[in-house]
């Protein structure tokens, strides 16, 4: 069970991972649980991303999250046009 701190965490990972404080006590339990990872930039910067598992952890809480992160795969982005 994740504490409120923990899950709002999570969730801030999901919808805005470039404004999670990296420094954080709740990104370890995370990490620890696999529910998210951490990923280094070309410049070097740390951001933390959801693994398969925390996005399936939040889709078993939200079935509207399943449909939003589909149809966010399926749009067009910039660099996908060009």
Same mark, same amino acid.
């Given at each position: 069970m994740l504490s409120p701190h923990e899950f709002a965490t999570l969730m !801030?990972?999901?919808?805005?991972?470039? +404004?999670? #404080? @990296?420094?954080?006590? &709740?990104? #370890?339990? =995370?990490?620890?649980? +696999? =529910?998210? @990872?951490?990923?280094?930039?070309? &410049?070097?910067?740390?951001?933390? +991303? !959801?693994t398969d598992r925390g996005q399936s952890f939040l889709e078993a809480l939200n079935p509207d999250e399943r449909r939003r992160r589909r149809i966010l795969r399926e749009t067009p982005s910039p660099e996908r046009i060009n």
């Open positions: !801030l990972v999901s919808q805005s991972p470039e +404004q999670v #404080d @990296m420094n954080r006590a &709740e990104l #370890d339990t =995370l990490l620890e649980r +696999q =529910l998210v @990872m951490l990923e280094k930039s070309a &410049e070097g910067h740390r951001r933390a +991303q !959801l």
